[in-house]
């Protein structure tokens, strides 16, 4: 069955060598140190009577740099986490399900989607590839040349490519267990300096069971958020959703119509309309 609807900074300057302070000893050292313009650290080292260099001095800045990121993103990961507990849980549900095993293929904002089931962890049992063809000629290579790319049209060339390349070369290994799946979305977020329109489709092709004919599940959502950040957060949490709303409840909106409007609000858990507006569903 088929069914649709639609819905300067300025830096000191050193006016004599250093040479001498670090022949001199600790104390002239400390003296001259004190009298010139000279960085922190330099004038730190100088003082202790240690050996002062940009190289060195480049590297602990990095290195000081490179903590800060380590930090941050360790941050904001936990903080995904908390804030978004049921789609954590849904995305590790999914991982831990020996029986689903499939393929993400995402083209504009990120790589959101695919990045859930890593974050969780056990991803291993469910991400057999991920990939995303930004470039045009490459992603042309790949499903075929268009005019548009985020396109209905698009999204369906992405899923039956994907889907072969997943399903066939693993169908001798675990074919007998396993219902293949590729999710693909092909999505335009906000751009730099533009004030665009911000869509995109989504699209899962999927096995119910082991053997089984191939399902589709595809939505058409508009980003309502301001920033492409907030837009990425919004379409990873919603792809979550989505591959769970399809790999657990596709018979409950395969029925009709109505219940395809009824699956909404478990495809925006944890958001809201206010964030991602779904305009279209398509089950066949």
């Known amino acids: 069955m088929s069914s649709a609807f639609a819905m300067t900074s300025l830096r000191p300057?050193?006016?004599?060598?250093?040479?001498?302070?670090?022949?001199?000893?600790?104390?002239?050292?400390?003296?001259?140190?004190?009298?010139?313009?000279?960085?922190?650290?330099?004038?730190?080292?100088?003082?202790?009577?240690?050996?002062?260099?940009?190289?060195?001095?480049r590297r602990g800045r990095l290195a000081g740099r490179q903590e800060t990121v380590r930090v941050a993103a360790s941050a904001s990961s936990k903080g995904n986490s908390a804030q978004f507990q049921g789609t954590f849980n849904?995305?590790?549900?999914?991982?831990?399900?020996?029986?689903?095993?499939?393929?993400?293929?995402?083209?504009?904002?990120?790589?959101e989607v695919a990045r859930w089931f890593f974050l969780v962890g056990a991803a291993a049992g469910t991400v057999a590839?991920?990939?995303?063809?930004?470039?045009?000629?490459?992603?042309?290579?790949?499903?075929?040349?268009?005019?548009?790319?985020?396109?209905?049209?698009?999204?369906?060339?992405?899923?039956?490519?994907?889907?072969?390349?997943c399903s066939i070369p693993l169908?001798?290994?675990?074919?007998?267990?396993?219902?293949?799946?590729?999710?693909?979305?092909?999505?335009?977020?906000?751009?730099?300096?533009?004030?665009?329109?911000?869509?995109?489709?989504?699209?899962?092709?999927?096995q119910t069971k082991p053997g089984a004919a191939p399902s589709r599940l595809m939505v058409h959502v508009r980003l309502l958020d301001a920033t492409a950040v907030e837009q990425q957060e919004a379409l990873g949490v919603f792809g979550v959703n989505f591959l769970h709303t399809a790999f657990y409840k596709y018979k409950e909106i395969a029925d009709s119509?109505?219940?395809?409007?009824?699956?909404?609000?478990s495809l925006i858990d944890e958001l809201s309309s206010a964030r991602v507006e779904v305009d279209l569903i398509h089950v066949d």
């Open 13 to 57: 300057r050193v006016l004599c060598s250093t040479a001498p302070a670090r022949s001199a000893g600790p104390r002239v050292a400390s003296a001259i140190s004190q009298s010139l313009p000279l960085p922190s650290a330099r004038r730190s080292a100088l003082a202790g009577g240690a050996t002062w260099s940009p190289r060195r001095a």
């Open 90 to 111: 849904k995305a590790l549900e999914i991982n831990l399900d020996p029986s689903i095993y499939g393929s993400f293929a995402e083209i504009g904002a990120g790589q």
């Open 129 to 165: 590839k991920s990939i995303s063809a930004y470039d045009m000629t490459i992603s042309d290579s790949f499903y075929g040349q268009c005019s548009r790319y985020v396109t209905q049209e698009r999204l369906e060339s992405m899923l039956e490519y994907e889907y072969l390349q």
């Open 171 to 206: 169908k001798n290994a675990r074919g007998a267990n396993t219902c293949f799946f590729a999710f693909a979305d092909t999505v335009v977020a906000r751009a730099y300096g533009r004030n665009n329109e911000c869509h995109g489709w989504l699209g899962v092709k999927w």
């Open 257 to 265: 119509v109505q219940t395809c409007k009824e699956a909404i609000p």
